[in-house]
């Protein structure tokens, strides 16, 4: 049984920085997708980052990039969503998930929201302007 959980969420003013971190239990072996995705209220949840846990390549929605960064601790079995330049917009329930099968490329992560098969509870994220 895969478990994810994530921790760092919180309120914030627009233009601060939060920093999200998903923990996979023990028995989690991640072979090859980690990502980030929100849920607004009204609105169907979207794809935020993900990562190729094997060669650590990072994908971005085109609206946070150059604001957040992901990454992966293959040792500790985390990965963490670094948000910076916080806009009210970003306001969201913010997911981690992983996908057990194999997943290439950016559309893979991007369609994640649909398709990825582990996913955590999910951390709220406010940004106050």
């Known amino acids: 049984q895969v478990q994810l959980v994530e921790s760092g969420g919180g309120l914030v003013q627009a233009g601060g920085s939060l920093r999200l971190s998903c923990a996979a239990s023990?028995?989690?072996?991640?072979?090859?997708?980690a990502g980030w995705f929100r849920q607004a209220p009204g609105k169907e949840r979207e794809f935020v980052a993900g990562?190729?846990?094997?060669?650590?390549?990072?994908y971005f929605a085109d609206d946070v990039k150059g604001r957040f960064t992901i990454s992966r601790d293959r040792n500790k079995n985390t990965v963490d969503l670094q948000m910076t330049s916080l806009k009210p917009e970003d306001t969201a329930v913010y997911y981690c998930?992983?996908?057990?099968?194999?997943?290439?490329?950016?559309?893979?992560?991007?369609?994640?929201?649909?398709?990825?098969?582990?996913w955590g509870q999910g951390t709220q994220v406010t940004v106050s302007s």
């Open positions: 998930a992983v996908e057990k099968d194999y997943c290439s490329g950016y559309t893979c992560y991007a369609s994640g929201s649909k398709t990825f098969d582990y």
């Open positions: 023990a028995r989690t072996f991640i072979r090859y997708a």
């Open positions: 990562i190729n846990w094997n060669s650590g390549a990072t």
